[in-house]
């Protein structure tokens, strides 16, 4: 257990729909990334997030967009839904913004129908 | 823009074997590198990681790493595998700004009784 909660485990939608992951990182840390695993991308980084502040971007889609709290739990938003967007979405945390080994939650696998 | 490659998709041994996953990056500054495990349905678990100093770094589960800078190489090692092994592995290079992580492609471990 790497201490990275993700929910929900499973998430069906049909095309067209938008929702919401949430991820709460391990205790102390400050920095969540968001990453996306499908069959035909690999594991590709979208976004991460420092205390609340947006550090860097990757291959994130204008319809997809997260956020972090003051509480340090983050969300990522999905919205109209396409049937690519079916993936593993992984959530990571760290201590700091930079050279800091990352812990993986245990993703949420989504299903667009 | 950095890269990494696994070149083996898939491989498999025999369990009391011994084990290497080859992995190659692509990047302009001195990298820092991490192995992780995924075992099915699971999520990323961190195997080792390579920051500075010593070119042989140990990680959980028996397993080790080399990194060879004139070979940009971090190919993962260990010296007896067990039925347990079997999963995919992931090498990843950090990047600076952030450390977000560029993935490899995987290898898929498969360990015959």
């Known amino acids: 257990d790497s201490g990275v909660t993700q929910t929900p485990k499973h998430l069906i939608t049909a095309t067209g729909q938008r929702v919401t992951l949430r991820c709460s990182p391990r205790s102390g840390d400050l920095s969540v990334y968001w990453y996306q695993q499908s069959l035909d991308q690999g594991l590709q980084f979208l976004i991460q997030?420092?205390?609340?502040?947006?550090?860097a971007k990757g291959n994130i889609l204008e319809r997809f967009s997260a956020q972090q709290f003051p509480d340090l739990h983050s969300e990522l938003n999905l919205s109209s839904l396409e049937l690519g967007d079916s993936a593993l979405y992984f959530c990571?945390?760290?201590?700091?913004?930079?050279?800091?080994?990352?812990?993986f939650g245990p993703g949420t696998r989504l299903t667009v129908t | 823009a950095q890269s990494v490659t696994q070149p083996d998709i898939h491989i498999t041994v025999s369990e009391g074997a011994s084990l290497e996953l080859r992995c190659n990056y692509s990047?302009?500054?001195?990298?820092?590198l991490f192995w992780y495990v995924q075992s099915p349905g699971q999520g990323l678990q961190l195997l080792l990681k390579y920051f500075s100093g010593d070119t042989l770094v140990q990680g959980i589960k028996g397993f080790e790493a080399e990194f060879k800078r004139s070979q940009s190489s971090f190919n993962l090692r260990k010296p007896s595998v067990h039925w347990s092994d079997a999963a995919e592995y992931f090498c990843a290079v950090g990047a600076d700004a952030g450390n977000m992580l560029t993935f490899g492609g995987g290898t898929r471990l498969m360990v015959k009784p």
């Open positions: 990047y302009g500054a001195t990298p820092y």
């Open positions: 990571a945390s760290s201590v700091g913004d930079g050279t800091y080994e990352q812990y």
């Open positions: 997030y420092y205390n609340g502040e947006e550090r």
